[in-house]
């Protein structure tokens, strides 16, 4: 078994992947960035000075404290403190925990129902296809945010606030994996139809492999690379996305802030002079989406088989 | 003379080109019309495969071949007629009941670089079909009988962990050789095999082919439009043309009298080592597209031959003094 | 002088992990009307020495060294602009695929009138006139119908005639013609073969044929040289060579043709494949698949002997020349 690993990563290391990735600064860098920033959101009750859900760590006293360097700054508190005298920093690590949570959740099921309903409607084609391609259009028509803006209404009218605080982020996971599955189904679609064509799906059929074993087994690994692409980018939108509804006041509770609940907190507080308060936090969500989006940029360079050729 | 083994009966194939009902509908001279439009890829073909043989199916482009050979091993279903294995008819059977010839009709494909699954190793690719069709044997057996598929078609079983693109065009077609070997069937169905492969390696595979044919007692529906490899390893040729079979002989009576005016033009038009200047009979005119056929016999815009009977009247096959079936009014008329 | 010599061809593709040498060492020359074919398996770089003649190979390929002279002018130290005007005016190219001259949103007159205009001032309808000379000349039915058409419109073997008219536009000395027939049906291949050979001698252009076909090689060129790994092995004239083959692989590439084994016999078989670039073997690069390889193979390139009319780089066949020159010496 060592020996396979051995010769995976070997292939790996010889790959082109590896190889343009090294030549990359901008990918290095972008990785560099994700890597630190998950790292810190992962480890966020370690690395946290207080932790902010615990009210007793919390002292009114230290409100609107600003970061260090400024007048009136206080050691403890590096990146200041909010309007209820939370540690910033504290709160910008557990918030990017809870953005990151709802962006890798939101696309894994983005993934799952695209996953299955773009092989299905391009290798069964016909009536499959076109029934669930009009439903993906019909999904795409609605944006997320209205969809999103009537689901969480309804839940935190059927909840109330203070169950509605516990199952935020799931509801979040799910509005957003729902509203955006058709992107990941077209891609998985195109790749599909044109890996249908190609005879080694022919050979399986000739063998005789039922229709499953062929789409999950044959044709999904060779769809992988565009879906690895379009994911990756998918995550920035979700967290946008999150963002969003959560500065609407739609997203996470103030309690369990996310970025976006944290930009929408500090945002009374602009005009008083706190401007870190809703910009730290702005600043943090705005590199967390760039690197993102630069890794999807370079990875869909990398893996566009026309340039990948040469 | 024994039952054939493989018996293919009136076989018609349509691929429609009008869409749903809507895109059918169009507007001429003043009114709305339905309008239904088909590529009419085969149109009557009775063949039969005897047991040990190889049966050429040559031609050109759009003659059809290719579709005989994914109709009959089941990748495209017929618009009309029948196929038979050792006197079963299979082209109704599915799941199940079709699963035994899956094991028994195998097939090689024209296109080595991409008939080799890219994510799967070549251990992978041999070990699937033979844990599929033998879900009893034992991981010892398996091995075995992998080893020894790659070793008659001369890959290296140290070769196993290696992917596809790994290799070269020839080694991948012994690969999907191998492959086609691993659930030891009776028939195969080679399309153009080699016709995407270098001269030196064409030889190569060719030589796997008979070898495996005589070692394994294989039967072989072999589709090419090269005929100067028809006339080495075939037994019988089945010229095709827009569909229909004009020809049907044993290779040393159709290339020593080749009676159908398209088959002599087809044979003259292979590029000889011993010419010097090019020799062939020149037709008129190119393939008609099978859209919409010709009347009468398809061959007739092209043919010197064709009279007012050609262009009127489909010509069946009709046995010669050699021994040959040829579809021609004028070999019957005695025009030729 | 030859209308063409190239002398010591070195292309190289820079790849990453350094540079790869596609062809190495070729020397050949074409005379004026002179028919040559260009033989070789797919990898040999017969379609890279034939494009690096207009300096046309595609990045990340390069001249490395050599000279190619047509009309005792060196094309590989010519500026672009220069070799512009000797592209398609005096040189001429016919690719595979006829997609790759048509443009798919031009019809075929405005195209072959831009073609004539880009070298010579003359007007459109001059040009034209000129035009359906060739349409003409290529013997397509109905040429003035075919000016006013779109490449979509036409047959495979059609456009195919369409590109040889082309080709013929500016009275060229010399057409290139890579693998001209290959995508093409058998009877189409023969028509296309037999117009190309025709119009080559009525119009006495040189015609450097690439092709792996042996069999279009013999019908229609005089001379022929056979590449492997980027070098020519065997030079000579066509009829020659193909009756009475030196090089080994040459020999088998003839051997392994189903035409000359007997029905139903094994065919000659040559084992192995060639190289790719990344690992072209050490001496002759054909010894790991070769009968008569000897240690000398394996560590130097042979140098050419000329047997007959035949040049030929391979040791074997220099010692067997060898042994018969030392022969007659003992004789006499």
Request: glycine content about 8%.
């Amino acid at each position: 078994m060592t020996t396979a690993t051995v010769s995976r990563w070997d292939r790996f290391r010889e790959s082109f992947f590896w190889y343009s990735f090294k030549r990359d600064k901008v990918a290095i860098l972008s990785t560099l960035v994700l890597v630190l920033m998950v790292f810190a959101a992962v480890f966020a009750p370690l690395l946290a000075p207080t932790d902010p859900y615990d009210l007793a760590q919390i002292n009114i006293m230290n409100s609107e404290l600003p970061p260090a360097g400024l007048d009136g700054s206080d050691p403890a508190f590096p990146l200041g403190t909010d309007a209820q005298g939370r540690d910033l920093l504290s709160t910008i690590l557990y918030g990017t925990r809870v953005s990151l949570l709802i962006g890798f959740g939101a696309v894994v099921l983005q993934a799952a129902l695209g996953i299955l309903f773009g092989l299905l409607a391009g290798y069964l084609g016909g009536k499959v296809d076109s029934i669930l391609m009009r439903i993906a259009d019909v999904q795409l028509s609605f944006s997320t945010l209205m969809v999103a803006i009537i689901v969480g209404a309804v839940f935190k009218a059927s909840f109330g606030n203070l169950m509605f605080g516990e199952i935020a982020i799931y509801m979040l996971i799910f509005i957003i994996g729902v509203a955006e599955w058709p992107q990941i189904a077209r891609t998985v679609r195109a790749s599909v139809l044109a890996e249908k064509k190609k005879e080694y799906v022919d050979a399986a059929k000739v063998m005789g492999f039922g229709t499953p074993r062929i789409m999950f087994r044959h044709i999904l690994p060779n769809t992988l690379s565009p879906i690895f692409v379009i994911a990756t980018v998918q995550i920035a939108n979700a967290i946008i996305s999150e963002a969003a509804l959560s500065f609407l006041g739609l997203g996470m509770p103030e309690t369990q802030p996310s970025l976006g609940s944290l930009i929408k907190s500090g945002f009374d507080y602009i005009q008083s002079g706190s401007w870190w308060i809703t910009l730290i936090p702005g600043l943090v969500l705005v590199v967390l989406v760039l690197v993102i989006n630069l890794l999807g940029d370079w990875s869909r360079d990398v893996m566009n088989p026309r340039l990948y050729k040469g | 003379m024994t039952s054939p083994l493989v018996s293919i009966r009136g076989l018609e194939k349509r691929f429609d080109l009008s869409g749903n009902l809507l895109e059918q509908i169009t507007f001429e001279g003043g009114r709305f019309r339905r309008k239904q439009e088909a590529v009419h890829a085969i149109n009557g073909v009775d063949l039969d495969v005897q047991r040990g043989e190889a049966l050429c199916v040559v031609g050109e482009s759009g003659c059809g071949k290719s579709t005989v050979a994914r109709t009959v091993m089941g990748l495209l279903s017929p618009s009309g007629g029948e196929i038979h294995y050792d006197g079963q008819r299979i082209d109704n059977l599915d799941g199940k009941d079709a699963l035994p010839y899956r094991r028994k009709m195998q097939m090689i494909f024209q296109n080595p670089y991409a008939s080799l699954n890219p994510r799967m190793t070549i251990q992978q690719t041999l070990e699937e079909p033979i844990r599929f069709h033998h879900p009893d044997w034992s991981d010892i057996e398996v091995r075995d009988k992998i080893h020894e598929v790659m070793h008659s078609v001369g890959i290296d079983p140290d070769w196993g962990s290696r992917f596809g693109h790994e290799f070269s065009g020839g080694q991948r077609q012994r690969i999907a050789i191998a492959r086609a070997l691993a659930v030891d069937p009776e028939f195969i169905v080679a399309d153009e095999p080699i016709s995407a492969l270098d001269v030196s390696i064409q030889a190569q595979v060719l030589n796997l082919l008979m070898d495996a044919q005589e070692s394994r007692g294989l039967t072989y529906l072999f589709i090419t439009h090269d005929l100067a490899v028809v006339e080495h390893f075939g037994t019988r040729v089945a010229v095709m043309y827009l569909g229909r079979v004009c020809e049907l002989a044993d290779t040393a009576t159709l290339f020593a009298t080749p009676r159908h005016p398209y088959t002599q033009a087809l044979l003259s038009a292979i590029p000889k080592l011993e010419d010097d200047r090019p020799n062939h009979i020149r037709l008129q005119g190119e393939v008609p597209t099978p859209v919409n056929l010709p009347s009468g016999c398809v061959f007739h815009g092209r043919c010197p031959y064709a009279n007012e009977r050609c262009r009127a009247e489909v010509p069946e096959l009709i046995a010669t003094d050699e021994g040959a079936r040829v579809a021609c009014h004028a070999v019957e008329e005695g025009r030729l | 002088m030859a209308l063409l010599e190239v002398k010591n061809l070195d292309a190289r593709f820079a790849v990453r992990g350094g540079d790869l040498t596609a062809l190495r060492g070729i020397s050949f020359s074409l005379d004026k009307g002179e028919r040559l074919g260009l033989v070789g398996e797919s990898g040999a770089g017969k379609s890279v020495a034939a494009f690096s003649i207009l300096n046309l190979i595609a990045k990340p390929g390069y001249i490395a060294d050599g000279q190619i002279l047509f009309e005792g002018r060196d094309l590989a130290a010519m500026s672009e602009r220069e070799l512009r005007g000797i592209r398609g005016n005096r040189i001429a190219m016919i690719f595979q695929d006829p997609m790759m001259t048509l443009n798919p949103v031009l019809t075929i007159g405005t195209q072959m009138v831009e073609a004539i205009q880009a070298h010579r001032k003359i007007s459109k309808k001059e040009a034209r006139a000129i035009a359906l000379d060739r349409l003409q000349k290529v013997q397509i039915p109905s040429p003035e119908k075919r000016l006013d058409q779109y490449p979509h419109e036409l047959s495979g073997g059609m456009r195919q005639r369409v590109i040889i008219a082309i080709a013929l536009l500016l009275d060229p000395e010399i057409i290139i013609a890579d693998e001209p027939t290959t995508a093409l049906d058998v009877t189409i291949q023969a028509e296309i073969m037999d117009l190309l050979l025709n119009l080559c001698e009525q119009e006495n252009v040189a015609l450097m044929l690439i092709t792996h076909d042996l069999g279009v090689v013999s019908q229609v060129t005089q001379r022929m040289l056979v590449m492997y790994s980027g070098r020519i092995i065997e030079q000579g004239p066509t009829r020659e060579i193909i009756n009475d083959a030196q090089h080994p692989y040459t020999q088998g590439l003839i051997n392994a043709l189903p035409q000359m084994g007997e029905p139903g016999d094994r065919l000659f078989q040559i084992p192995g494949a060639m190289p790719s670039l990344k690992n072209v073997p050490k001496g002759c690069p054909f010894h790991p698949r070769c009968r008569f390889a000897t240690e000398q193979c394996k560590h130097s390139m042979p140098e050419y002997v000329r047997s007959g009319n035949v040049d030929v780089a391979c040791y074997e066949v220099a010692n067997l020349i060898e042994q018969e020159r030392q022969m007659q010496e003992a004789e006499s």
